[in-house]
């Protein structure tokens, strides 16, 4: 019988056909709860009929049986499904796929926010500023190429020189250069921030269109390069862009801009007492896009000692084998989790530093939305 055949063998150094041989008069097929209860009583009948023979409902070792089979059932569904989670073609579970990208050194993206630029068609000022004709422009709104006003463009420049640094008026750009072949400016007002971007709220889209967060953000650029947002940081100014296309005032792309992006702004602030090798940080948030994703060392007041550099998301880049530098240590990778979720991973302490004190996650949340 069976049973003297499994009691002979040392299943542990022999491969699996000597095991199906030992089982050979079990049902291996018997996944669900009634196929397995009806396997068990066929394999019970065939090798202990004599010991084994007490088969009336009321009986304690058919309660027994069923128990057995509806727990079998339970365990092969999960296993069934546990093993569809491990690949590709059958996992369902967008937390697995997840996974299984990052074990084939794939870096899945998140969504990415509508972004662009605002013109600043009008200025005003409760500041007593004046013109070349001594007239006060104090609460008097100046519009960008009045055709009704010939002196607009005099009284424009002078408003935003009374808000700019003065190591920074008009015609001394803090930087210069050119934007998709655009003449282009930044200039930087004479305030602090408390946060990186103002927000603002527009609907977009027909039939009405879908109301969606915006946040004009803290810009600058590179030149033969693009527009983008600079690092958070509560003690930095607030900057902005005069771009010119040598089309005239009245174009669109000439004037004075500010950049914005779709979402809004947070952050989760982490307290590590002791550096812990490959660190993780978890967000709770969802939505973060792709691109607005900052990490720095803070002190108690939320000033900011150290800014981290993200690990390029690119294919076979990671937190320990990346195109950065050598020497720049203070390195973290992001990793994409369900629902564009996303975990900080630090490095090891050998290939960069791992972090300790206030550690603050600054994020974007937007809606990734694909609008006609």
Known sequence: ??????????????????????????NFNASDPPSINAALRNYIQANYPEDYNDWIVSSEFVAIIDLLSWLAGSLAFKTDIAVRENFLETAESRDSILRLARFLS???????????VLKIVSVATDDDVYDSLGTDLSNTQIVWNNTNDPNWYERFIAILNNAFIGTNPYGIPLKQGTVQNVFAQQYRLNCLMSTNQFGFSATVGGNGGTPMAFEICNGTFD????????????????????????NGNGSTRTGFFLLFKQGSTGYQDFVIGQPVAN???????????????????VDDNGNVLTTWTQVPIV??????????????????????????????????????????????????ASNGLSIQ
């Open 1 to 26: 019988m069976a049973v003297a055949t499994r009691q002979s063998e040392l299943f542990a150094g022999q491969d699996w056909t000597v095991i199906y041989r030992a089982f050979s008069q079990i």
């Open 106 to 116: 794939y870096n899945t993206s998140r969504c990415l926010p509508a972004n662009g």
């Open 223 to 246: 030149n033969n390069g693009t527009l983008y947002e600079q690092i958070p940081n509560p003690t930095s100014a607030f900057n902005f862009y005069y771009l010119n296309d040598s």
């Open 279 to 297: 660190q993780l940080l978890d967000l709770s948030s969802g939505n973060i896009n792709q691109n607005d994703v900052w990490v720095q060392t």
């Open 315 to 364: 294919l076979n880049s990671n937190i320990t084998y990346n195109s950065l530098p050598a020497d720049q240590r203070y390195i973290y990778s992001v990793i994409t989790r369900d629902n564009d979720q996303i975990t900080i991973r630090f490095s090891d302490g050998l290939y960069g530093n791992a972090p300790s004190g206030n550690i603050r996650v600054t994020y974007r």
